[in-house]
């Protein structure tokens, strides 16, 4: 409490008119403290409304909700699927009220768990989730998200492809137009993999839209269009046979779907990946069928969740080592950073140029290319990163010598035994930027909190859920 009370006073005395680059990190920092502690403490007064109801008092926490609250009715389900998680997982409460994880943790873990059965719930809540609150300390919420969904899926021995066949059987496509307007409209439904093959493709065309408005300068006709116009616009291109981009014209596209090779071959294990470059899973019988069809590029992963290498040496990663560093990091390499590969660059741990480092995949990592970022931060800011052989671990030193952070890609979970670092002299990597002289970490480094998420709805849930009001703050 008295360190919430310190956040407070800090955010009172510092009003954000006032604040430097480093001051506004500051205030990110202690605001996203007592968010989590405000909403720890609504969540504790419904459980205690729930308890008061179960002895005859009050009418639980729906009565304050819906007579007190200001929430919207989304923000109010929001809440009660909070709740449901802190009943299951007790443990979780006294995190959210240290600040340790944020609420869109409680978001992941409802929606990962969505789908377990009661068995497999009572295993990832035991110890009144102490475990998985240990876990989500040092977890981004998505990717807790995704590493639930897959536990799930193991467990279950379940890898979705009885639910893609579902979606299969009822995908659909509506067409009308609008009375009022005579604008045509449309809806349509299909299952999860042909929708990422489809937004891979949608995508790219919208990518081909942005390269060709920026050309054409202020006065371009797509210059300041939305996103949704641009989506829009782009399924227009493909369907009518006007595309800009080598996909959307029918040129075979690239689709890459990341496989463990024990999961290739002998079905799931307790860690199986099994997904979409963009994080969604895939059944293992899709994969096996994809990767016979062209444009299908599976990357194919060992034990320890490191890429087996696909790639050439040459100045510029290939798209094969992209695929594979994007298989193994999802994102920028740094940890607690939320940047997405997209908006990475392939950085040479021994420099190409000064120090003749090769390009290969045991000397690169993907860094963000966001202004004040760690791709910044390698060069201009002087960090040290040590890449270790086989097992990737990375160790990051800021410029004055001080550890950052010692890591290995988000997927593996083990310590293999260490190999030797790539280079006798580790490349200059990653400081602060002119902005941060005081030595603290680059713009995108966060909690995995950047700002509210919006992950599935939890839905009623097959697994049972704890009492009402089992968890308090």
Not at 156 to 162: A, H, S, Y
Not at 196 to 223: F, Q, Y
Not at 346 to 359: D, F, L, M, N, R
Not at 453 to 467: A, I, L, V
Request: charged letters at 25%; one cysteine or more.
């Amino acid at each position: 409490m008295e360190s919430i009370l310190r956040d407070l006073n800090w955010l009172v005395a510092n009003p954000p008119a006032s604040l430097s680059v480093a001051g506004v990190r500051e205030a990110t920092r202690r605001t996203e403290a007592a968010c989590a502690w405000l909403e720890a403490n609504y969540l504790a007064a419904m459980a205690q409304a729930e308890r008061l109801h179960s002895r005859g008092q009050g009418n639980g926490a729906a009565d304050p909700m819906n007579n007190d609250s200001k929430r919207s009715k989304r923000s109010k389900k929001t809440a009660e699927e909070r709740l449901k998680t802190l009943n299951d997982a007790p443990e979780l409460g006294g995190a959210l009220s240290d600040g340790e994880i944020s609420p869109d943790h409680l978001d992941a873990i409802a929606a990962g768990t969505k789908d377990a059965d009661d068995d497999t719930l009572e295993d990832l809540f035991s110890n009144g989730g102490a475990d998985l609150a240990d876990e989500a300390k040092s977890t981004t919420p998505d990717d807790l998200q995704k590493r639930l969904k897959e536990r799930v899926a193991a467990k279950q021995n379940d890898d979705g492809e009885i639910r893609v066949a579902g979606q299969r059987a009822r995908q659909k496509l509506n067409r009308w137009t609008d009375k009022a307007t005579f604008a045509g409209c449309g809806y349509y439904r299909f299952d999860e993999v042909t929708a990422a093959a489809m937004n891979e493709i949608i995508d790219a065309e919208i990518a081909a839209l942005r390269t060709a408005s920026r050309a054409g300068g202020r006065d371009h006709p797509m210059r300041g269009k939305s996103k949704d116009w641009l989506a829009a616009e782009a399924l227009k291109n493909i369907v009518l046979g006007t595309a800009l981009s080598r996909a959307g014209r029918g040129v075979k596209y690239q689709i890459n779907v990341h496989v463990d090779l024990e999961t290739l071959l002998r079905g799931l294990h307790d860690r199986s990946v099994h997904t979409t470059q963009s994080g969604q899973l895939v059944p293992v019988e899709t994969i096996r069928r994809l990767a016979c069809e062209a444009g299908i590029a599976p990357v194919v992963l060992n034990g320890a969740s490191v890429a087996l290498d696909v790639g050439r040496s040459k100045h510029l990663a290939t798209a094969a080592q992209r695929s594979a560093l994007a298989a193994m990091y999802g994102g920028c390499a740094v940890p607690g950073c939320a940047v997405d590969f997209d908006q990475c660059e392939i950085h040479h741990i021994v420099e190409w140029a000064s120090q003749h480092g090769p390009t290969d995949l045991d000397n690169l990592i993907p860094l963000c290319r966001i202004a004040g970022g760690h791709h910044h931060a390698a060069h201009e800011g002087h960090w040290t990163f040590t890449l270790e052989s086989g097992t990737r671990r990375l160790t990051i030193h800021r410029a004055d010598g001080t550890l950052h952070s010692t890591s290995v890609p988000p997927g593996q979970h083990h310590d293999p035994k260490p190999k030797h670092h790539a280079g006798e002299a580790p490349a200059r990597a990653s400081t602060p930027d002119a902005g941060h002289p005081d030595g603290s970490d680059p713009v995108p480094c966060s909690n995995g909190t950047l700002g509210p998420s919006e992950p599935e709805s939890p839905g009623n849930g097959q697994g049972k859920r704890g009492p009402p009001g089992a968890w308090a703050a």
